[in-house]
């Protein structure tokens, strides 16, 4: 079992910046790789960005420039960096994570809203 905790959301301008954080606990050895997904009003799930533990990256084409996801394996911690926010990029942000068995596991989400 893998166990998320995200943090860092809140309410920003347009144009500002917001640091989200997410922190694995229990069985981080089967991690092989985590990532940042984003769900607004009526909207599906979608993925903002995702990291493997050698450090690969991956984001979506709206996100690509402004954000930046990162990890710490010493603190087994993810973390998504968003710069010139929009107020379309306002949506609740959920950490996720696939072990090698792959088995999906999911933090509470975090509400990040940005106002025009």
């Known amino acids: 079992q893998v166990q998320l905790v995200e943090s860092g959301g809140g309410l920003v301008q347009a144009g500002r910046s917001l640091r989200l954080s997410c922190a694995a606990s229990g069985n981080i050895f089967s991690i092989s790789v985590m990532g940042w997904y984003r769900q607004a009003p009526g909207k599906q799930r979608e993925l903002v960005a995702t990291i493997t533990r050698g450090g690969s990256t991956n984001y979506a084409d709206s996100v690509k420039g402004r954000f930046t996801i990162s990890n710490d394996n010493a603190k087994n911690t993810v973390y998504l960096q968003m710069n010139s926010l929009k107020p379309e990029d306002t949506a609740v942000y959920y950490c996720?994570?696939?072990?090698?068995?792959?088995?999906?596991?999911w933090g509470q989400g975090t509400q990040v809203t940005v106002s025009s």
């Open positions: 996720h994570t696939i072990s090698v068995y792959g088995n999906d596991y």
